[in-house]
């Protein structure tokens, strides 16, 4: 692909900005290109920045020019010179094009170059995430005093970032200390076991991780493979919520206590009908016995009447 532009920074720049009316100049500067019997070129009169492009892209084309008349009529003359040989291949909308793909390319490379140096900025610090509710500095603190404190040559700095996170910076206690950003690296790294534990046994936060901080506290590196620790507090809350012992399986063949108890009460219905039905048989009976012997008492009385 051919990238070479045969115009100036400054044509293309005054083409982006009047795009259309650049481009019916530029057909008459080809045309007066293409006719070898034309010499001159005159332009009406226009506005100081309208000449400033004619004036441009006549030294791009290899022309001369020159402006005439005061203003309000003041207005652009070309002239064809030695120097003219052809007009460019390329159109001003064909570099401009070329020229934008050119610099998204370069600023591409620039961003990925950018990326690659801030990956590999050392680690200065330690950010944690997900940090206990309503947790403040003073308790971050006096939670690690006896790890932070105890680094030579270190102090950290603790602040809240925008993101609720909490990060430790790390700095040499004095000005006078001088720790390479290497040494500083690998004392933070020996120093996240520690930190961690310290994390987890008293729920300061979810995870520890070491990062780059730059001066403004923005995290441009963050160590991504770490986990939560002990997968979060949920899981403890959900240990705490769950029922003691599991539910009692029925084995195949066995009977439940709901089938137990409804059989039991089904026999128990079955005899109070069964001795209520007795009770009235007991009471018919009687009722019949009664009845019998008032008959027979009748019938003696009636019998000792007639033989007297």
Same mark, same amino acid.
């Given at each position: +692909?051919?990238?070479?532009?045969?115009?100036?920074?400054?044509?293309?720049?005054?083409?982006?900005?009047?795009?259309?009316?650049? %481009?019916? *100049?530029?057909?008459?500067?080809?045309?007066?290109? #293409?006719?070898?019997?034309?010499?001159?070129?005159?332009?009406?009169?226009?506005?100081?920045? %309208?000449?400033?492009?004619?004036?441009? @892209?006549?030294?791009?084309?290899?022309?001369?020019?020159?402006? +005439?008349?005061?203003?309000?009529?003041?207005?652009?003359?070309?002239?064809?010179?030695?120097?003219? &040989? +052809?007009?460019?291949? =390329?159109?001003?909308? $064909?570099?401009?094009?070329?020229?934008?793909?050119?610099?998204?390319?370069?600023?591409?490379?620039?961003?990925?170059?950018?990326?690659?140096?801030?990956?590999?900025?050392?680690?200065?610090?330690?950010?944690?995430? %997900?940090?206990?509710?309503?947790? !403040?500095?003073? $308790?971050?603190?006096?939670?690690?005093?006896?790890?932070?404190?105890?680094?030579?040559?270190?102090?950290?700095?603790?602040?809240?970032?925008?993101?609720?996170?909490?990060?430790? =910076?790390?700095?040499?206690?004095?000005?006078?200390?001088?720790?390479?950003?290497?040494?500083?690296?690998?004392?933070?790294?020996?120093? =996240?076991?520690?930190?961690?534990?310290?994390? @987890? /046994?008293?729920? @300061?936060?979810?995870?520890?991780?070491?990062?780059?901080?730059? /001066?403004?506290?923005?995290?441009?590196?963050? %160590?991504?493979?770490?986990?939560?620790?002990?997968?979060?507090?949920?899981?403890? #809350?959900?240990?705490?919520?769950?029922?003691? /012992?599991?539910?009692?399986? !029925?084995?195949?063949?066995?009977?439940?206590?709901?089938? &137990?108890?409804?059989?039991?009460?089904?026999?128990?219905?079955?005899?109070? &009908?069964?001795?209520?039905?007795?009770? *009235?048989?007991?009471? $018919?009976?009687?009722?019949?016995?009664?009845? =019998?012997?008032?008959?027979?008492?009748?019938?003696?009385?009636?019998?000792?009447?007639?033989?007297?």
């Amino acid at each position: +692909m051919d990238d070479h532009i045969p115009y100036s920074i400054e044509t293309l720049r005054m083409f982006r900005e009047n795009t259309k009316w650049s %481009q019916s *100049q530029e057909r008459e500067f080809r045309v007066f290109a #293409a006719d070898e019997t034309e010499k001159r070129l005159r332009f009406k009169a226009m506005s100081p920045n %309208q000449r400033a492009f004619i004036h441009s @892209l006549s030294e791009d084309f290899g022309f001369d020019s020159e402006s +005439m008349d005061p203003e309000p009529h003041r207005h652009v003359a070309v002239f064809k010179t030695p120097r003219f &040989v +052809m007009a460019p291949m =390329k159109t001003l909308a $064909e570099c401009l094009r070329i020229r934008s793909a050119t610099e998204a390319l370069s600023m591409n490379s620039s961003g990925a170059q950018r990326n690659v140096h801030v990956n590999n900025t050392p680690y200065n610090g330690f950010v944690l995430t %997900q940090p206990r509710f309503g947790i !403040t500095l003073e $308790e971050i603190r006096a939670g690690y005093s006896s790890i932070i404190d105890s680094t030579a040559g270190l102090a950290f700095d603790i602040s809240f970032l925008p993101s609720e996170e909490i990060v430790l =910076k790390a700095r040499p206690v004095t000005t006078a200390t001088n720790i390479s950003t290497s040494s500083l690296e690998a004392t933070l790294k020996a120093l =996240k076991p520690p930190l961690t534990a310290v994390t @987890l /046994s008293k729920r @300061l936060a979810n995870i520890v991780q070491l990062c780059s901080l730059d /001066s403004s506290l923005n995290v441009v590196r963050r %160590q991504l493979e770490d986990t939560p620790i002990n997968d979060g507090w949920s899981q403890v #809350a959900a240990k705490a919520a769950a029922p003691r /012992s599991a539910p009692r399986q !029925t084995a195949v063949g066995e009977k439940s206590a709901y089938t &137990v108890l409804g059989s039991k009460l089904k026999d128990a219905k079955k005899k109070r &009908v069964e001795l209520q039905k007795a009770k *009235q048989e007991v009471v $018919e009976d009687w009722e019949e016995e009664a009845r =019998k012997e008032e008959d027979a008492t009748s019938e003696g009385e009636t019998r000792a009447e007639n033989s007297g």
